[in-house]
């Protein structure tokens, strides 16, 4: 669906079935059908709920060993989970998260 039941956003792998249903010469048209359709979202989405998903990034941070704690704590702020640290041979520590977009602005 291009315009979602959540917020109006695209709803994606969405697949519904109709197990039941009639038809009428007078009161059966392709709008009816939609609008039955769009009902039937509406209470399946209040049955079952919803979730509303947002672009998550992959980020690397390349950061001196004495300042890993400060990273991982502004990731952590920023909703990030923390997936990897990697130490390095020079002393500094490649920590590794994935992270919203939304919150990386800025960064």
């Known amino acids: ?9 695209p709803m994606i792998d969405v697949k519904a079935t109709s197990f039941d249903g009639s038809y009428h010469d007078v009161d059966s048209s392709e709008l009816a059908y939609k609008i039955a359709a769009s009902k039937a979202l509406t209470k399946a989405k209040d049955l079952i709920g919803t979730v509303l998903l947002e672009p998550i990034m992959d980020v690397s941070v390349v950061v001196p060993s004495d300042h890993m704690g400060d990273v991982i704590g502004d990731l952590s702020r920023r909703r990030g989970l923390i997936s990897d640290q990697e130490q390095r041979n020079d002393g500094a520590v490649i920590v590794r998260a994935k992270v919203p977009l939304s919150e990386m602005f800025g960064y």
Request: hydrophobic fraction near 65%; proline fraction near 0%.
């Open 1 to 9: 669906m291009a315009v979602g039941i959540l917020a109006g956003y």
